[in-house]
Structures are given as C-alpha cells and as structure tokens.
C-alpha cells in the first residue's frame, strides 16, 4: 500500500508544502520565499515572517488539495524546531489541524535531519557511514551518519553559523539579503589573494568553527582601508569561509576513516564551496555528495522524507507536540 506524506515546511523565511509518495516519488514541491518581503529590512523578521507563512501556507495547501485527495494522505510531517518560534507554531498548529481532520498521524520533523535526509533524497541508493557538513543561514555542524543512519554532531560553530557571517559581511559591503549569494555573486568579479582574512580555529585540533572573528576582521579591515574594491573583499572573505569548512570537512573523514563527505543546508549551494570540494575528494580519492541547489534551501520534501521514515516506525508525534526554536539532534 502507497504511504503518501504531506511535509509543511515553515522555519524561517520559506513556506513550502510537499507530497511525496513511499519516500522517492515527488508528487508535488511548492515553495514561496518571503525573501523579497525581508529584503527591505536586510534580514528575517521573526514577526513578518510569521504573518506571512499563515497567509501563505493557506494558499499552498489549497492547491495541494486542488491536485490530489486528502483522502490519500497517509500522515502529515512538520518541522517543530529549530527555527524561529513563531514562524514555527504556524506550520505545526495547521499541521496539527490537518492530523485531527483527516484523522491521520501528526510527524514532528527536527529540521536539521531533514537537511541530512534530502542528501538521502538526492541519492536514494546512497549508504551511511558518511561525514556530513550542514551548512546554512542558522547552523553549522559537523556530524558523522552512522550506519543505523544516527546522527553524531562531533563539531559546531562556537558563536556565528558560516550562513550569519555571510548576512553580516555582505551588511558591512553594501550588498543586499541573504548574503550569501549577493557575496558569491560579487566575489566572481574580485582577487581573493588581494587580501588575506584571518581562518580562526583552523589548526585547532577538533572539529568546531568559529566566524564571529573573520566578520570582525572584515570590519577593521574596512575602517582602517580606503584603498579597497568590495569585490576583492567579497572574495577573500568567501575563500577564508570556504577554505575552514573544507579543511574541517576532510579532517574529520580523515580521522573517522570514512571515505564519503556530503554538504547539506543553504550554504553547500555555494560554487566556490562545491569547487573546492570537488577538487580535494578528486585528489585524496574521497566521494562527495551535494543534493540539487533547490533542496539545499528550505523545502517540503526533505520533511516529508523523515516523516516518510518516521511513519515505517510508526514513530508519530501526540497532538501536544510543542514547537522548539532550539531543538537539537
């Protein structure tokens, strides 16, 4: 029999609703960003941000079941944390609504799993152990997979996630929001050699990162230089970013004896990141694995995917389910 999961998607600035059919067969992948809405503000406000997903969300479901029965929905998976509260508690109240309408089981998604699970999406025949980097606008962590397909977080930034630092630096440049693509974009026209930005905790022996000081090396840098093109800026920050999450990526596969590494969360969309990945796994004789740029951002069908798994366990969540902005693995 088919087992048909509705995923909704609303941690952050994404509203996003998915059907995916026995955890491989897309049947619908709808997202409306909100970042044209934040823009204005130079990042997410949690408020906004809110208000929107209720309308959103209600307009994204209504062509979902324009397009199939809600008959045929086996369970309704949600992210319940981490992300923003109140963006959170519109999702999962509307999740837990549909659970009780169509008297089918409620899933509560922890976000960052489903980021690892769209990896297993992208590649369904792809086997754990594997070290796995999630990189986003919220998170940077460094975990191992297991075979059991567990996940061990053995590294984490200490202050900013590489995803704010971008945000941060592309505010100090003029650039717009998010960040990341706007510093990608401009770095393409620059000489990261120029100028050489600092890569804290680099040689430190462990797996843990640190960005709040690179941003802040870029602010003195800028105050203290005239002389200067944003583009050469955007580049050598971009590679000192780049060059700490792939030192420490490696590192850890090095050291745990694990021959595949993956890339997962905004941020592995990055070209420069993918670049220089590519390039090392060709040398040390490593795989790696990057899911399509659209399920490295905020979707649907990396929640439904977990609550795919979730449901062949009959691993449901009760209706008291609460959101968590700080949930952990």
């Not at 491989?24 to 934040?38: A, E, G, M, N, P």
Request: charged fraction near 25%.
């Amino acid at each position: 029999m088919k087992v048909r999961i509705l995923g909704i998607e609303t941690s952050c600035d994404e509203t996003a609703v998915a059907v995916l059919d026995d955890g491989k067969d897309v049947v619908l992948d709808l997202v409306i960003s909100q970042i044209d809405v934040h823009r204005v503000f130079g990042g997410v406000v949690p408020e906004v941000a809110a208000r929107h997903h209720l309308k959103n969300l209600s307009l994204l479901l209504k062509k979902v079941f324009e397009t199939i029965d809600p008959r045929s929905v086996s369970a309704v998976a949600v992210t319940y944390g981490p992300g923003l509260i109140g963006a959170l508690l519109v999702g999962l109240s509307i999740a837990k609504g549909l659970s009780i309408s169509l008297k089918i089981p409620l899933i509560g998604v922890n976000h960052v799993e489903a980021h690892v699970h769209a990896l297993f999406l992208s590649y369904p025949h792809l086997k754990p152990p594997i070290v796995v980097l999630m990189v986003s606008g919220g998170h940077t962590q460094l975990m191992k997979v297991n075979e059991n397909f567990e996940m061990e977080i053995l590294g984490r930034t200490l202050d900013d996630s590489a995803g704010e630092a971008f945000d941060k630096v592309a505010r100090l440049l003029g650039l717009g929001y998010p960040g990341g693509p706007e510093i990608e974009r401009v770095a393409k026209m620059g000489d990261p050699g120029k100028i050489h930005f600092p890569r804290p905790m680099l040689d430190e022996p462990n797996y843990d990162f640190s960005f709040a000081g690179l941003k802040t090396a870029v602010l003195y840098f800028l105050k203290r230089n005239e002389d200067y093109k944003i583009e050469d800026v955007a580049a050598a920050f971009q590679e000192a970013v780049t060059d700490i999450l792939v030192e420490k990526t490696f590192r850890l596969a090095r050291d745990s004896g694990i021959r595949k590494v993956a890339f997962v969360g905004g941020v592995a969309a990055n070209a420069r990141l993918r670049e220089k990945v590519t390039e090392k796994a060709k040398r040390w004789g490593y795989e790696v694995f990057f899911p399509p740029l659209k399920l490295c951002t905020d979707n649907a069908l990396m929640v439904a995917k977990v609550g795919y798994e979730k449901f062949k366990r009959g691993d449901f969540s009760p209706l008291d389910l609460n959101a968590d902005p700080n949930l952990s693995l």
